[in-house]
């Protein structure tokens, strides 16, 4: 009963994490201790109340998500931002990576890319 409800919660932060753009969610996976430190705590505070039951069901949840921010940085990749350079950080499977990040990266492992005001303001970046 209780792994069960940590993964419909887990299932429940990877549908609202389908809804974000691409590039926010490379940006977030720079920050794996961040996000899985918000995503467990908003499953106690949602789900944990006064029962044992809910409190264990957000500490599975939590675990899961740590285990897919793992997985993500793994597989996808992040992006790192410096000043207005950002560096996209490859992941190891190709057919999750961005579609327009594949187009330019010619085959290294890193990418480093200055930011234009333009192409950073339509990708939710911060430009300096």
């Not at 993964?7 to 932060?13: Q, R, S």
């Not at 207005?84 to 950080?89: A, K, L, P």
């Amino acid at each position: 009963m209780i792994i069960e409800a940590g993964a419909l919660i887990v299932m429940g932060f990877l549908a609202l994490a389908l809804k974000l753009p691409r590039h926010q969610v490379l940006i977030l996976l720079n920050h794996p201790l961040k996000v899985d430190l918000t995503a467990s705590w908003l499953a106690f505070v949602l789900h944990g109340g006064s029962t044992f039951t809910g409190g264990m069901s957000a500490t599975v949840a939590g675990l899961a998500m740590s285990a897919l921010t793992t997985f993500g940085r793994w597989a996808v990749g992040y992006i790192e931002i410096e000043d207005d350079y950002y560096t996209y950080n490859q992941g190891q499977v190709d057919w999750l990576r961005p579609k327009d990040i594949k187009k330019w990266n010619r085959g290294s492992r890193k990418l480093r890319r200055r930011c234009n005001e333009n192409y950073c303001r339509t990708r939710g970046l911060r430009h300096a």
